[in-house]
T-cell receptor, first 112, second 112 residues
Framework: GESVGLHLPTLSVQEGDNSIINCAYS??????FIWYKQESGKGPQFIID?????DKRQGQRVTVLLNKTVKHLSLQIAATQPGDSAVYFC???????????FGTGTRLKVLA | DVKVTQSSRYLVKRTGEKVFLECVQD?????MFWYRQDPGLGLRLIYF???????EKGDIPEGYSVSREKKERFSLILESASTNQTSMYLC???????????FGSGTRLTVV
């Protein structure tokens, strides 16, 4: 299997429960944030984004919360399903730059 | 559906070989990126390009070069492969500043 996630923190949740994955970002100047999902053997896939003028943004079954005071980002997944099993990581960006800073990720395991 | 295509999923090369990793996007994006992904280190930027024939060094350009002769194609070149370049290589593209990446599926390169 892929070795990307060998040293990652793991969150195990029961199918149907809600999941919360956290990310501490590093740059106080960052104003755009993205959550990515990476399944084994695949490239990262965009899930949801949020800009710094918002505290919360909702998608389909997912919600991102941004706390700029403590530089914290979280991803909430409602009614977690087996297909949600993957590595999730956050990315931060500062306006006017091309570069993103990526977190190392959290592995989500969904238990049947 | 927009796509970033990396030509190889798995490659095994010998130390000292010259290695080409190819990436093609069909979204008419200006900006393309090469990252490597290693356990515990997350994604690290090797090179990026914001226009045809333009390139900028990322955080870890040593041992790599790139080529962008056409807008849709961005190639990563390992001039003389070494074992410490064994990694997952991810290509990405983006429409421009303030937009998230679309990633390819990755190329897992093993240098023996």
């Amino acid at each position: 299997g892929e070795s990307v996630g060998l040293h990652l923190p793991t969150l195990s949740v029961q199918e149907g429960d809600n999941s919360i994955i956290n990310c501490a970002y590093s740059n106080s100047a960052s104003d755009y944030f993205i959550w990515y999902k990476q399944e084994s053997g695949k490239g990262p896939q965009f899930i949801i984004d949020i800009r710094s003028n918002m505290d919360k943004r909702q998608g389909q079954r997912v919600t991102v919360l941004l706390n700029k005071t403590v530089k914290h980002l979280s991803l909430q997944i409602a009614a977690t399903q087996p297909g949600d099993s993957a590595v999730y990581f956050c990315a931060e960006n500062t306006s006017g730059t091309y570069k993103y800073i990526f977190g190392t990720g959290t592995r989500l395991k969904v238990l049947a | 559906d927009v796509k970033v295509t990396q030509s190889s999923r798995y490659l095994v090369k010998r130390t000292g070989e010259k290695v080409f990793l190819e990436c093609v996007q069909d979204m008419d994006h200006e900006n393309m990126f090469w990252y490597r992904q290693d356990p515990g280190l997350g994604l690290r930027l090797i090179y990026f390009s914001y226009d045809v024939k333009m390139k900028e060094k990322g955080d870890i350009p040593e041992g790599y070069s790139v080529s962008r002769e056409k807008k849709e194609r961005f190639s990563l070149i390992l001039e003389s492969a070494s074992t410490n370049q064994t990694s997952m290589y991810l290509c990405a593209s983006t429409l421009g500043l303030g937009y998230g990446y679309t990633f390819g599926s990755g190329t897992r390169l093993t240098v023996v």
